[in-house]
Each structure stands twice: as structure tokens, then as C-alpha cells.
């Protein structure tokens, strides 16, 4: 079942803009990871948090997890058109291998 | 490193047929492999988790004398969908993660489409 919850559903900004996305679960978790989706394609794995961890960045990603509140929040700086896709962050309690994914975020970012 | 691929990508096929996809790993060996199923812009939903040599394991909800599942090689794992209707019209996409691994590698998914 789906866990995670993610805020806003869709995200329409400028390119240059910043994007934030949020995310929030509901057990305790292993670690926190965050994918990207092209309409229509697979998953591409951005960025991954472990739960002792409380920031991390990738290039423009910047992702923070704050396991008290059992929520996430991944930043995308100085936006591109190229960003435009479905963002999805997903779980993995402590126990066993399964990925719980939100219901993700669809970010369009104008040219 | 670490390609999952699925075939076909995508595929059409009338109601009441059989429909078999393919998840392979390309350059690493999956003792665990992973079958969501994704419907127009929802998120993923897990089917069913299988490993290597052994049943798979059905999330609550997923009949699994409808979608089979054969993980039969490291390398391979198969979901076929019996007797195929217009609501298994859906995105299926696997993954695959290696044992004592912390990521799952995605395959690009196959898009069914029943009539």
C-alpha cells in the first residue's frame, strides 16, 4: 500500500526558478530515495538519504529528511526545461527490501 | 553498470489473451526482483516481490493466479498476465536489486494495452 504522501501534486514554475518538492511517510524507515519519471518512461534514481542522515546533495538536488516529522523534502535549484518530469520519493522500512512509493510530484518547468 | 531491461516495451493485445513480460538484468545478478504496476499519472504500486528460485510473494489485493510470476534464473523474471481484460490496461515496470543491495534498477516498464 502506498505510504507516502507527496506535496504538491503538481509544480508549474519559470525556468531559473527553484523547485521544492515534499514528501511524507508514515513508518519508520531504513532510508528515504528519490526518483525521477519522463512521461511514459522507467525510474531514474536521483538521490538516496539514509534515516541518520539529515541533508544531502547531488549537483542542483538538494534533499533533506527529518525522520521526527517523517518527512522529506527534495530541492531542485535554477530549474531547466529538461526537469519537467514526474518526481517520486519512495521508502524502505527497516525491515526487508520493498519500496514504498508517494504519489508523486509533476514539476513542468516553462522555457 | 546495474541496466534492467523489459521487453516488449509495449504491447497490444485483445481481451481474454495471455501476455508475458520480460525483466532482465543486463550486468548484475538480481536475487530479488520487483513488479509494479503504475496506472496514468499515479504513482507506483507494488505487485509482487520475487526471488530467485523460489514463489513470489503477492501484495494484498493482486490475484496472483492472474499475474504468474517465474523468477527462474539470476538474471531473469517474468509476469505474465492470464487472461488479459481492458482494466490490466497498465504500465508494468520491474526492478531488480542484488543481494544485501540498498537500490532497486528500474526497468524502462511495458506499456500493456488490452481491447
Known amino acids: 500500500s502506498q505510504q507516502g504522501e507527496e506535496d504538491p501534486q503538481a509544480l508549474s514554475i519559470q525556468e531559473g526558478e527553484n523547485a521544492t518538492m515534499n514528501c511524507s511517510y508514515k513508518?519508520?524507515?531504513?532510508?528515504l530515495q528519490w526518483y525521477r519519471q519522463n512521461s511514459g518512461r522507467g525510474l531514474v534514481h536521483l538521490i538516496l538519504?539514509?534515516?541518520?542522515?539529515r541533508e544531502k546533495h547531488s549537483g542542483r538536488l538538494r534533499v533533506t529528511l527529518d525522520t521526527s516529522k517523517k518527512s522529506s523534502s527534495l530541492l531542485i535549484t535554477a530549474s531547466r526545461a529538461a526537469d519537467t518530469a514526474s518526481y517520486f520519493c519512495?521508502?524502505?522500512?527497516?525491515?526487508?527490501?520493498?519500496?514504498?512509493f508517494g504519489g508523486g510530484t509533476r514539476l513542468m518547468v516553462k522555457p | 553498470g546495474a541496466v534492467v531491461s523489459q521487453h516488449p516495451s509495449w504491447v497490444i493485445c485483445k481481451s481474454g489473451t495471455s501476455v508475458k513480460i520480460e525483466c532482465r538484468s543486463l550486468?548484475?545478478?538480481?536475487?530479488?526482483m520487483f513488479w509494479y504496476r503504475q496506472f496514468p499519472k499515479q504513482s507506483l504500486m507494488l505487485m509482487a516481490t520475487?526471488?530467485?528460485?523460489?514463489?513470489?510473494?503477492?501484495e494484498q489485493g493482486v490475484e496472483k493466479d492472474k499475474f504468474l510470476i517465474n523468477h527462474a534464473s539470476l538474471t531473469l523474471s517474468t509476469l505474465t498476465v492470464t487472461s488479459a481484460h481492458p482494466e490490466d490496461s497498465s504500465f508494468y515496470i520491474c526492478?531488480?536489486?542484488?543481494?544485501?543491495?540498498?537500490?532497486?534498477?528500474f526497468g524502462p516498464g511495458t506499456r500493456l494495452t488490452v481491447l
Open positions: 520475487s526471488n530467485e528460485g523460489s514463489k513470489a510473494t503477492y
Open positions: 526492478s531488480a536489486m542484488t543481494s544485501g543491495g540498498s537500490e532497486q534498477f
Open positions: 550486468d548484475f545478478q538480481a536475487t530479488t
Open positions: 519512495a521508502t524502505r522500512k527497516n525491515a526487508g527490501n520493498m519500496l514504498t
Open positions: 538519504i539514509r534515516s541518520n542522515e
Open positions: 513508518t519508520s524507515i531504513n532510508n
